[in-house]
């Protein structure tokens, strides 16, 4: 347990970024722990996000290789303005390339959102509405529905 808490930590973690504690996303996290959570935050605190999410996940005992399963399958970004999505694996990669991994293909749009912008490159909205497990959750799916982004309920 300990090697897989370490190797998370050693290619996840946001390292050197500053901590603001403006927002606390442990109440989304501890949320997503036993089911569906989702929240609307600032696009540039999607990474305090990421690793405190990381943080009570690993704390709860799921292994690294499940935690990134699951963000890269189960979590959900919209704008909440323009409604382009932002697929779980695409904000995971984003840790990777703020602590200056070279990511090979990466679209410009991902330098859009570390920046703190929109995907899409004619919006000004700067914020995410975050989904964790919307699968799980009837309002999360009538809302993203309402969205145009339709998602199956899991069976």
Excluded at 12 to 24: E, H, Q, S
């Amino acid at each position: 347990m300990r090697a897989a808490r370490m190797n998370f930590w050693k290619l996840f973690a946001v390292k050197g970024f500053n901590k603001r504690t403006a927002t606390d996303f442990t109440s989304f996290a501890e949320n997503a722990k036993h089911g569906p959570a989702d929240c609307v935050i600032v696009i540039s605190e999607w990474l305090v996000l990421y690793e405190t999410l990381g943080k009570v996940l690993m704390n709860s005992g799921m292994t690294a290789q499940v935690i990134v399963g699951l963000v890269n399958k189960r979590l959900i970004g919209v704008c909440p303005k323009c409604r382009t999505l932002y697929p779980g694996e695409g904000l995971a990669t984003l840790s990777m390339m703020h602590d200056g991994l070279k990511i090979i293909n990466a679209p410009p749009d991902a330098y859009r959102v570390l920046e703190g912008h929109c995907r899409n490159d004619s919006c000004t909205c700067k914020k995410m509405m975050i989904f964790w497990k919307p699968d799980e959750d009837r309002n999360a799916i009538s809302r993203l529905a309402g969205l145009g982004i339709n998602v199956r309920p899991k069976v």
